[in-house]
């Protein structure tokens, strides 16, 4: 009967709006899901990222202070250096001041005794 067939067709699109209904608020659901797995993803990058840089300036100082240390040391070490030269440049020069000072007493002294056999002869 026609009524029958109105009510059957009046559920079913009743039906079809509650299924309707019920898709979209899933839908939203999972869009409003997915939005803050993207947030929390991109909150963890953007933490990661504030580690990375953290550890690449911890990294960063910590190299820049080795190498201001093993300048200090190059720097000891050629103090050092230039005292040791210094030290046997003048050992050097008191060596050769010693053998010219010996050098002119031996001179005199073959001048002396040249000058005695002089005055004998």
């Known amino acids: 009967s026609p009524s029958t067939i109105d009510r059957t067709r009046r559920r079913k699109e009743a039906q079809a709006q509650r299924d309707a209904e019920e898709f979209r ?3 939203a659901a999972y869009v ?11 909150q963890r990058a953007r933490e990661a990222e504030k ?13 820049r202070e080795i190498a201001d240390e ?5 720097q000891e070490a050629r103090r050092r250096l ?3 030269d210094r030290q ?3 050992q050097l020069a008191r060596a050769a001041a010693e053998a010219e ?10 001048q002396h005794v040249r000058t005695r056999e002089e005055e004998r002869a």
Do not use: G, I, P, S
């Open 88 to 90: 046997h440049t003048a």
């Open 101 to 110: 000072a010996r050098a002119q007493a031996q001179a005199a002294q073959q």
């Open 51 to 63: 580690v990375d840089e953290a550890e690449a300036q911890v990294r960063a100082q910590l190299a």
């Open 32 to 42: 409003m899901e997915q939005r803050f797995a993207d947030a929390r993803a991109e």
């Open 25 to 27: 608020k899933w839908r």
């Open 82 to 84: 230039d005292a040791t």
């Open 70 to 74: 093993e300048e200090m040391e190059a």
